[in-house]
């Protein structure tokens, strides 16, 4: 079993940045892809960074491209998301995920992650 706990949320202005953080815990966690996704208001869950086990290898939802980075630390069993360039439309509550079936593929489809972390919220006002 897994558990994840999201922090780093929190109220920031345009243009400004946040650093997230999920800790992880359980067996294996190092083992797995790890991801970020995120639910605004009104809209469907969607994918936004995802890391291989080894950190070898990224991926980013083409809205955070060049803004944002995923990075994971196994030795502290955490991952993180820098977002840097906040816009207003980033605006969500922004989960973790953890993909128990794959260690280098880094998919964006929602089902394919097993754990989730229960959110944490950021708004950025304009």
């Known amino acids: 079993q897994v558990q994840l706990a999201e922090s780093g949320g929190g109220l920031v202005q345009a243009g400004g940045s946040l650093r997230l953080s999920c800790a992880a815990s359980?067996?294996?966690?190092?083992?797995?892809?790890m991801a970020w996704f995120r639910q605004a208001p009104g809209k469907e869950r969607e994918f936004v960074a995802g890391?291989?086990?080894?950190?070898?290898?990224?991926s980013y939802a083409d809205s955070v491209k060049g803004r944002f980075i995923i990075s994971r630390a196994n030795a502290k069993n955490a991952v993180y998301l820098q977002m840097n360039s906040l816009k207003p439309e980033d605006t969500a509550v922004y989960y973790c995920?953890?993909?128990?079936?794959?260690?280098?593929?880094?998919?964006?489809?929602?089902?394919?992650?097993?754990?989730w972390g229960q959110g944490t919220q950021v708004t950025v006002a304009s």
């Open positions: 359980g067996r294996a966690y190092s083992d797995y892809v």
């Open positions: 995920a953890l993909d128990r079936s794959h260690r280098v593929l880094i998919s964006p489809i929602i089902r394919f992650y097993d754990y």
């Open positions: 890391i291989t086990w080894s950190a070898e290898k990224t």
